[in-house]
């Protein structure tokens, strides 16, 4: 059946088809205009755990969100498909995870992991396995990229996305990032593991493609991430939310602080959004939690302010989204990812509708 078609005979007033694709929407990925590639991973997580259960949750929420977005409501039409994780994605995160443990608790005991020759052994068969990682999520991420379709990122932890910049890095000269986020992920090779989901803003660092990261809602980081951020000479740009809520309690506004985040970028921007970014009132379960943080509305204003200026959103990620024993991070990470959908289609002039209003 021609697109055309399935939009035709499909009732988006109705709860989305149990067993289609992500938000219950009837089309193939081929009908689809935005991809949206799964990343079950959290080999390196020495926290909170169930990032890697993220793509899961967020797939079982998205069938209970009405389609009519108000910002975007003609989104569903272009298509939205959710792809399937690289083979043996999942298997591999636990193995590896299980592995990582006992090198994390060594750490934590003041060991030295190079004096540890078995430890030691395990630590390179991890960076090794996460460099497959890496190459695996590039890999599928050109493989869209080359068929015309806009690509999205739903982890795992933060570590998932370093494929899909090198992938987008492959098509663009020069674009930035837009980073929310509870934490500055700077730090080099945390605790041994070169691909740490703590260290992904450090490693986005090594592409030279990427010129710029404009990080906003951090309220967590050390020392090290600090030196490389002034090193960094302007590369980084770092709006912790203490200034940011300085700002906002002596009389700023919202619109203003945004638009100022927004013009410091380039022209190309690809967001990267740690659903830490936000308050733990809306991901609970998230693997570290930080008490301050945005609001929803806050995080989608941003976002929708930047869909709606001169700068061409080429690519986001989703990440740390972990379940816990009701559907509310899945929940919310599901409305969150339909909303970056609308973003991304609405900065690449896609036709996504007109804004409904209401009389006042």
């Known amino acids: 059946m021609e697109k055309q078609e399935i939009i035709n005979s499909f ?6 088809l149990a067993d289609a694709t992500v938000f219950g929407l009837p089309f193939s990925a081929e009908q689809s205009e935005i991809i949206v590639i799964p990343v079950p991973w959290e080999v390196t997580v020495s926290y909170g755990a169930g990032a890697s259960e993220g793509p899961e949750a967020v797939l079982d929420a998205s069938f209970q969100i009405d389609l009519l977005h108000q910002e975007f409501p003609e989104l569903w039409k272009l298509g939205i498909y959710l792809d399937e994780a690289s083979k043996d994605l999942a298997f591999n995160s636990k193995k590896y995870k299980d592995l990582a443990q006992p090198i994390i608790k060594a750490l934590e005991n003041g060991e030295t992991i190079a004096e540890n020759p078995s430890l030691n052994e395990d630590l390179e068969k991890i960076n090794y396995a996460c460099a497959d990682m890496v190459e695996a999520v590039e890999k599928q991420t050109l493989h869209w990229l080359n068929k015309g379709k806009k690509v999205a990122l739903l982890g795992g932890d933060h570590s998932t996305p370093l494929g899909y910049y ?10 930035g990032i837009l980073h929310l986020d509870a934490h500055m992920d700077l730090r080099i090779a945390y605790e041994g593991f ?9 490693n986005a660092l090594q592409i030279p493609q990427i010129s710029k990261i404009v990080q906003v809602g ?3 980081f050390c020392e090290q991430e600090v030196d490389v951020v002034k090193n960094e000479q302007g590369r980084v740009l770092v709006h912790t939310d203490t200034d940011i809520k300085k700002q906002l309690f002596e009389g700023n506004t919202w619109q203003h602080l945004c638009d100022h985040l927004i013009y410091s970028l380039p022209q190309k921007v690809c967001i990267s959004f740690d659903i830490d970014g936000m308050s733990r009132l ?3 379960n998230t693997g570290t939690p930080v008490p301050g943080g945005m609001s929803y509305e806050q995080a989608t204003y941003l976002l929708s302010r930047l869909a709606e200026s001169n700068k061409e959103i080429i690519g986001f990620d989703l990440v740390e989204v972990a379940p816990g024993d009701d559907d509310w991070d899945g929940n919310v990470g599901a409305r969150m990812l339909f909303h970056m959908c609308g973003v991304l289609a609405k900065s690449q002039k896609m036709d996504v509708g007109e804004k409904i209003t209401f009389q006042k």
């Open 11 to 16: 009732d988006p007033s109705q709860p989305g």
């Open 166 to 175: 090198k992938a987008l890095a492959s098509k663009h000269d020069n674009f």
């Open 194 to 202: 070169t691909y740490s989901h703590a260290s992904i803003m450090y």
């Open 218 to 220: 951090i309220r967590d």
């Open 282 to 284: 809306y991901a609970p």
